[in-house]
Each structure stands twice: as C-alpha cells, then as structure tokens.
C-alpha cells in the first residue's frame, strides 16, 4: 500500500523539501517519519514546509551576495610574496594555501585556506601565478600572486 506524504528534507533518490511524493507505507512509517524527513500531506504542514523553502532560498541567495563581493575584493587583489632562494632561483619549500591566506588577511580578506586551489605541493617557481579561490559552489575568483626573491 502506498501512501502521500511531503518530504521535510532533501532526501537521495526520492526529491526535495516540500515535494509530494507517493512511497511504501513501511517505507514512511520506519525510515521517513522517524528521522523527521517526511510527514504525512495536510494544509498546516504545506505552509510551514513553503516558509521554510523562502527561508533557506533567502539564506542561499544572502550566501551567494556575500560571495560575490568577496569574488569582486579577490578578483582586484594582487599578492606579492617573498621568499628565499637557492641556486639558479629554485624556492625553499613552497608557498602555500596558509602563506596566501595570511597574505590575504593582511590586505583586510578573510578566508580558509582550504578554499584556495593550489596545485599539488603548492607553488614552486617565481614569477606571477594565478590562483583559484572556491568561494561558493556557483562563484570562483581568480587570485593574482607575484612570487619575488626576497633580498638577503
């Protein structure tokens, strides 16, 4: 026997909040109803589940303005860092997420560093480099670093 409920949550494989969707009355009553995922269909219910759509829509778009003007501070960034060098200008060591992330700081952007996309080992050579910063899963900003031989 099936049964109509409306889906409190985004559930895998079966649809999102606030969908009417038909599932196994055992399906409802032991997986669905007991981890608050679903309900059975009734007017009180429709409106709470719409406020809660508006709700999270509002906080996904206020998130993704945030993003925005972050992506746009990025985007007109340019880092220099420096570093020592050995022979025939080669690094020691590498520049790194968290070496950027402070670089950022002290230009007034605050970030994680597991945000920024470095290749693997992170940056080795001098010269000008050009950086991935995920800051949404809709908005990347491109960040410009100028790696320089720090004078002795």
């Known amino acids: ?53 508006l709700r999270l829509q509002k906080e996904h778009s206020e998130r993704l303005e945030v993003a925005r003007s972050m992506a746009d501070k990025i985007a007109g960034t340019a880092l220099q860092i420096f570093v020592a060098v050995g022979d025939n200008d080669k690094l020691y060591g ?21 945000i920024i996309s470095l290749p693997e080992g992170g940056l080795r050579e001098l010269g000008e480099h050009h950086v991935a910063v995920k800051l949404h899963a809709e908005i990347k900003a491109s960040l410009q670093v100028n790696i320089l031989k720090k004078e002795d």
């Open 1 to 53: 026997m099936a049964v109509e409920i409306i889906l409190l949550e985004d559930v895998a494989g079966l649809g999102k909040i606030g969908e009417q969707v038909r599932v196994a009355d055992g399906y409802a009553r032991n997986y669905l109803f007991p981890r608050q995922l679903g309900q059975k269909l009734s007017p009180g219910l429709m409106r709470q589940i719409e406020a809660k759509k």
């Open 94 to 114: 590498s520049v790194n997420s968290q070496m950027l992330a402070e670089a950022l700081l002290e230009k007034g952007i605050e970030v994680e560093r597991s």
